[in-house]
């Protein structure tokens, strides 16, 4: 008798047309390489605006795949969304484009509001659109932990945390999220949304911490740590969030909501004079040459304390877990942004340049 073809095989085979949103940035790059490779019998489209945050370069080992399209466009442009579902008539969207740096939000909240809020609305609305003609249609939704707001000392975020937004990049999430799952309450369209904690890994746009930091080290310029750099951040390697976002697409139930997080706290601080250290390393300097760097700026407004993810539901239900320890995946990160700083150098001329001398970072 033959051996029935086992779940995973059966995926495989199986033909879905899947619409990934922001699928040039830095999660999303990693989360279409993904699909794109484990499931060559589906076909993903990967649909982006490429701001300043996506670069089809994040792409390349992948542009020339037969399962795989790219088309430019802005989520927050309702006929543009909707004509592209109507054409496309795909079976699930993975949704991950977003304005997506706090800083910026507290520079310019209205363009949060528009792509985040507005962009996630008019995803949904074409999606109930869709789901006239697709029973089985699912929109998953990619959020963030800082939903939750700010924890003191101890405690973790769980899935039924009240939600308490504090920066504009937040509460624009939070404003998604509420309205993905009025979705699914009023007009029983099938979503489910997963809030992950701090990703990190090749081809994050170098104006976040871990990225910022290496680059002004490479520079040799201050490497800027917000007030005393007591703030906590809880970080996840970003193959690992990929792996999740694939076990939640495939086995989440409908309505839920799942919590993501490497169980993995740091202080900025200590953070970052690691990243000095393997910079020494990497780099064949006298201990401390990195270290020398740091230095303390003004805080960020509203800068929340500490964020830390309880991630038990995802691991009991769906057996996910981290797989790569903190050293490891900062050493691989690393290595990276070493072999790639012609990448680095291209991401950080044009609009950012004018960004980065106007910012925290000259202070
Ligand atoms: P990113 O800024 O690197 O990428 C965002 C992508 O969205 C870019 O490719 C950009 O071009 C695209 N985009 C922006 N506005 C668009 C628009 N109007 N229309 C179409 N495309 C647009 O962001 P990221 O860090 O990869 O985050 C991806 C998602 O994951 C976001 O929804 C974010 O909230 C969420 N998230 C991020 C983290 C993290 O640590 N980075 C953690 C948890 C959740
Ligand atoms: O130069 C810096 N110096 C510094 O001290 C920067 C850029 C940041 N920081 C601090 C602020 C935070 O406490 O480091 C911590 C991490 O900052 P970011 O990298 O900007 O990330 P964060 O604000 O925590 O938000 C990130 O995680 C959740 C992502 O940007 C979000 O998209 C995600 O949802």
């Not at 059966?10 to 990693?30: E, Q, R, V, W």
């Not at 975020?157 to 799952?181: G, Q």
């Not at 076990?247 to 000095?276: C, P, Q």
């Amino acid at each position: 008798m033959a051996a029935k073809p086992d779940f995973k095989t059966c995926l495989i085979t199986m033909t879905k047309k899947i619409l990934i949103t922001g699928g040039a940035g830095f999660i999303g790059s990693h989360v279409v390489r993904r699909f794109v490779n484990h499931y060559p019998g589906y076909k993903i489209i990967n649909l982006d605006l490429l701001t300043y945050a996506g670069n089809l370069e994040n792409l390349k080992d992948i542009e020339r795949k037969p399962n795989y399209e790219f088309i430019k466009g802005d989520i927050a442009d309702s006929g543009f969304v909707h004509s592209l579902i109507a054409e496309h008539q795909p079976d699930a969207i993975i949704h991950l484009a977003a304005e997506s740096h706090v800083d910026r939000s507290i520079l310019n909240p209205l363009s949060f509001v528009y792509t985040n809020i507005v962009g996630t609305v008019n995803l949904l609305n074409a999606s109930l659109k869709r789901l006239e003609s697709s029973p089985d249609f699912l929109f998953y939704h990619i959020s963030t932990d800082e939903v939750y707001g700010s924890l003191g000392k101890d405690g973790f975020f769980t899935e039924v945390t009240r939600y308490d937004p504090r920066s504009p990049y937040s509460s624009s999430k939070a404003s998604s999220d509420h309205l993905v799952r009025a979705y699914f309450h009023t007009y029983q369209l099938p979503v489910v949304i997963s809030n992950c904690s701090n990703n990190y890994g090749p081809n994050q746009f170098p104006e976040k911490l871990i990225p910022l930091s290496l680059n002004n080290m490479l520079h040799e310029k201050p490497v800027p740590v917000y007030g005393k750099g007591e703030n906590v951040r809880d970080w996840l390697y970003v193959e690992d969030h990929a792996a999740a976002i694939d076990l939640v697409f495939h086995r989440g139930k409908a309505g839920e909501t799942y919590n993501i997080g490497g169980h993995n706290e740091w202080h900025n601080i200590d953070l970052v004079k690691l990243l000095s250290k393997i910079m020494d390393k990497k780099l064949g300097k006298p201990a401390g040459f990195h270290e020398r760097l740091i230095t303390y700026v003004k805080d960020r407004a509203g800068h929340d304390l500490r964020y830390a993810i309880d991630a038990s539901k995802i691991k009991n239900e769906l057996g996910w877990l981290p797989s790569l320890q903190f050293e490891e995946g900062l050493e691989k990160t690393v290595d990276w942004y070493l072999e790639n700083r012609d990448w680095l150098s291209r991401v950080t001329s044009g609009e950012y340049a004018n960004y980065y001398q106007t910012q925290y970072h000259t202070r």
